[in-house]
């Protein structure tokens, strides 16, 4: 069993930065590719970015977040992380961590399992 813990949210001005963190619990952290994904408030859960196990590589981003957003992870604090910069309003979503599970689509959040609590990230104009 994996319990994932996100940190790192909050209010800021557009044009601002955050860094995501999301901790997890056990030994086998670097054997998980991990994602992240967000949910706006009246809309579906969508894919951000996804780190690989083994390489470390990351995953095209999604369009909206490509430039802005890095995706990294630390395996010796079990910890993945989410630089968010240049934000803007419509980045404001609770922002999700979970493990690739496999399946034929690592962008697909079906493929995910050992969800986090999420953690709120607001955007002011």
């Known amino acids: 069993q994996v319990q994932l813990v996100e940190s790192g949210g909050g209010l800021v001005q557009a044009g601002g930065s955050l860094r995501l963190s999301c901790a997890a619990s056990?030994?086998?952290?670097?054997?998980?590719?991990m994602g992240w994904f967000r949910q706006a408030p009246g809309k579906e859960r969508e894919f951000v970015a996804a780190i690989f196990s083994r390489s470390g590589a990351a995953t095209p981003y999604a369009n909206s977040v490509k430039g802005r957003f890095t995706i990294s992870r630390d395996n010796a604090k079990n910890t993945a992380y989410l630089q968010m910069n240049s934000l803007k309003p419509e980045d404001t979503a609770v922002y999700y961590c979970a493990v690739f599970m496999g399946g034929s689509s690592i962008y697909a959040d079906r493929n995910y399992n050992y969800w986090g609590q999420g953690t709120q990230v607001t955007v002011s104009s």
């Open positions: 056990g030994r086998s952290f670097s054997s998980y590719t």
